[in-house]
């Protein structure tokens, strides 16, 4: 039985597209940039704020650090200002973990969310969830694929003598394969975020499921 389960945030645990393509959008209208529709914002996140805003960007603007920093300095305004907008729990994902804490399994987040956003979110949507640790990505620290957000998760989550057998990474990007293969860890990715199946297909994913209930099977 896992004794650890190791969760992504966007895309995974909750369905933050709304909320992040609207800030994204009143960022570009603040700078005089063409917008985008929301859901053309699904294939833009997965790598950090700083990538996503270099995404969304033209291309001459997302050449330019400089602007791209300034840039994301506004999303980060508008975003930190509604972090809960547009955004919920994906279907039967409380179920799920209210069973898994039933279970005595420990639960926590590694997420390239940046890490107070993540610290809000995660509580005030899943209230009645324990987690026993929450980590995004720092001031200047790297993102997954790099390992550390995940060592932070399991350190925090007082696990560091487990082995990484004991314990399942999910998530629902490419990026999460390369971030569990890099931290040691067995990984199942989800296919209701924000990667179609036939995309996680072709990334080499090895291990995807339909539905929080379907996580169950490993769990052994």
């Known amino acids: 039985m896992r004794k650890l389960i190791i969760f992504d945030l966007d895309g995974t645990l909750l369905n933050t597209i709304g909320g ?3 800030a994204c959008n009143e960022m570009l209208a603040c700078l005089g940039l063409p917008t985008w529709d929301l859901q053309d914002y699904e294939k833009f996140v997965g790598d950090g704020s700083r990538m996503l805003i270099k995404r969304a960007l033209p291309a ?5 650090e400089a602007f791209v920093d300034a840039a994301r ?4 305004k508008y975003y930190r200002a509604n ?3 547009e955004t919920h729990p994906y279907d039967g994902m409380p179920e799920l973990l209210e069973e898994l804490q039933r279970r005595g399994i420990a639960l926590a987040v590694a997420s390239n969310k940046f890490d107070d956003g993540a610290k809000f979110l995660i509580p005030h949507f899943y209230p009645g969830i324990h987690w026993s640790a929450v980590e995004g990505q720092k001031p200047g620290g790297p993102l997954k694929p790099a390992p550390g957000i995940i060592d932070d998760a399991i350190r925090n989550s007082n696990a560091a003598q487990l082995s990484r057998s004991d314990i399942l990474y999910v998530g ?10 890099c ?6 990715l989800v296919t209701w975020g ?3 199946r036939s995309a996680l ?3 080499g994913a090895k291990n995807l499921v339909d539905t929080p209930a379907e996580l169950s099977r490993y769990l052994e």
Not at 73 to 76: C, K, N, R, S
Not at 183 to 188: E, H, K, N, P
Request: proline residues 0%; negative net charge; hydrophobic residues 45%.
């Open 183 to 188: 931290a040691g860890l067995d990984y199942v």
């Open 194 to 196: 924000f990667r179609r």
């Open 172 to 181: 629902d990007c490419e990026v999460d394969i390369k971030s569990a293969e």
């Open 60 to 64: 001459a603007k997302a050449a330019d």
């Open 20 to 22: 992040i393509g609207s």
């Open 201 to 203: 297909e072709a990334a």
């Open 73 to 76: 300095d506004v999303y980060l």
């Open 83 to 85: 972090l809960a907008r």
